[in-house]
């Protein structure tokens, strides 16, 4: 991948990394929670833009 597509994908990417990275270190079920909701908004504004 090059080009603009390779930067629009590591806009997306870097985000969901933090995203990640906050999931592994959620103190509680309902932290855990809430960033997995925001996962899943990120999957899904991923599969609007990338197939």
Same mark, same amino acid.
């Given at each position: 991948?090059?080009?603009?597509?390779?930067?629009?994908?590591?806009?997306?990417?870097?985000?969901?990394? +933090?995203? @990640?990275?906050?999931?592994?270190? +959620?103190?509680?079920? =309902?932290? +855990?929670?809430?960033?997995?909701?925001?996962?899943?908004?990120?999957?899904? @504004? =991923?599969?609007?833009?990338?197939?």
């Amino acid at each position: 991948m090059d080009g603009k597509s390779h930067d629009e994908l590591h806009k997306w990417l870097h985000p969901h990394m +933090a995203l @990640i990275e906050s999931l592994q270190e +959620a103190e509680n079920d =309902y932290a +855990a929670n809430k960033i997995i909701s925001e996962l899943k908004s990120s999957f899904e @504004i =991923y599969n609007q833009h990338f197939q």
